[in-house]
């Protein structure tokens, strides 16, 4: 996405056609803080991938979950 203007243009209209539809923007893959950079600069709503999270086994995540009275 940083290297490619065209890639850019893409993820920019994107966000753009999904805000004017006023649904919320998720980017998947995020692995660079350049990447982050540039999605936050274009207002993505969210963001996920291996730069703010690895993968964990499924032990370890409920493990972090509040119990259910």
């Known amino acids: 996405m940083s290297k490619n203007p065209e890639s850019m243009t ?10 004017s539809l ?25 963001l996920q991938g291996y730069l703010l999270g690895r993968p964990a086994p499924f032990d370890s995540v409920t493990a972090l979950l509040p119990k259910a009275n």
């Open 10 to 19: 893409i993820v920019s209209t994107i966000i753009s056609l999904a805000h």
């Open 22 to 46: 006023n649904l919320k923007v998720i980017a998947e893959g995020v692995e660079t803080e350049d990447q982050a950079k540039l999605l936050r600069q274009l207002k993505c709503d969210e």
